[in-house]
């Protein structure tokens, strides 16, 4: 089977909570992941920090900008009045009918920088968006406004979730969905190299996070294809600690757990031709 050499292993969702957290962290120090993307607004963030930084010459440390499940870290009363943060459907609709506030919209990627910044002590190794909201109309204008003004840096990568069609119908594992998130992506890759904004040269990841088979069996999948350093995304987190309110996917991050620290899948790396590896360039 020809393998692709290295795949990029990025964990959502670091700081979310104290089993997200641990499990990250955990699979980043036996190097079977080579990155993970941070909710600066999450209740764990500054808790675990310090135990991440320590790893921070041999991962990628990114920034998840968060506008759904969790509030944000300033005042946006057209999105989220009263703080509450609007849900992922309701915020998809307004982005696409033009509805939302681009000024708030730019200004809390420029809180969360800053927050990223105050925490870590330096700036994302990337940039991406919970629930991909960073290719979402009006938010992806805002975030490039962030490059172009300096909020970020132009070595700072940007997560691009586009995927060939044919790759994605030939997997067959979420084909509609993968193939929606691919299409709202289209133009990101253009839009960097522009800038001089490094990008993965492809991607995947994207599971059905309800479906309780055996995740080893879904992941295999994403272990062939296109690219010389593939991006694969995962939300792995150990079992044993209570999950954050707002996370409805509790019970497929433990299973990506088990799948991430266990032999078969160092097996399926081996078998694939695979090793787990961080952004180079």
């Known amino acids: 089977m020809p393998g692709l050499g290295i795949l990029q292993l990025c964990a959502d969702d670091f700081g979310l909570s104290e089993g997200v957290d641990r499990g990250i962290l955990a699979l980043l120090s036996e190097e079977r992941l080579s990155a993970t993307s941070c909710m600066v607004a999450g209740p764990m963030l500054e808790t675990h920090a310090g135990a991440l930084l320590a790893l921070a010459d041999r991962v990628n440390i990114g920034l998840h900008l968060t506008f759904t499940d969790l509030p944000p ?11 509450v943060p609007p849900t992922l459907s309701t915020l998809m609709r307004r982005a696409f009918i033009l509805s939302l506030d681009y000024a708030e ?5 420029r809180r969360q920088a800053a927050r990223f910044k105050a925490v870590f002590g330096r700036a994302p190794d990337f940039v991406d968006g919970h629930q991909h909201v960073h290719i979402f109309p009006v938010f992806r ?36 969905k993968t ?46 294809g296109a690219g010389s350093q593939p991006l694969a995304m995962c ?11 707002s996370d409805v996917i509790a019970a497929a991050r433990v299973r990506e ?12 790396l081996a078998a694939a031709g695979l090793r787990i590896g961080r952004r180079n360039g």
Do not use: Q
Not at 73 to 83: A, E, F, K, R, V
């Open 141 to 176: 204008r805002a975030l490039w406004a962030a490059f172009d003004d300096g909020t970020f840096a132009r070595t700072t990568a940007v997560r691009d979730c586009h995927e060939s069609a044919a790759a994605i119908v030939r997997r067959g594992i979420e084909v509609n």
């Open 235 to 245: 939300h792995p987190a150990m079992p044993g600690f209570e999950p954050h309110p």
């Open 105 to 109: 919209i730019a200004a809390e990627i």
């Open 179 to 224: 193939l929606f998130i691919s299409a709202l992506a289209l133009g990101m890759k253009g839009a960097a190299r522009r800038r001089g904004v490094p990008v993965n040269d492809s991607f995947r990841g994207v599971t059905a996070f309800h479906d309780d088979r055996d995740f080893g069996v879904t992941f295999r999948p994403f272990l062939t």
């Open 257 to 268: 757990f088990a799948y991430f620290s266990s032999d078969r899948f160092l097996a399926d």
């Open 73 to 83: 870290l300033g005042l946006m009363p057209s999105m989220s009045p009263d703080g």
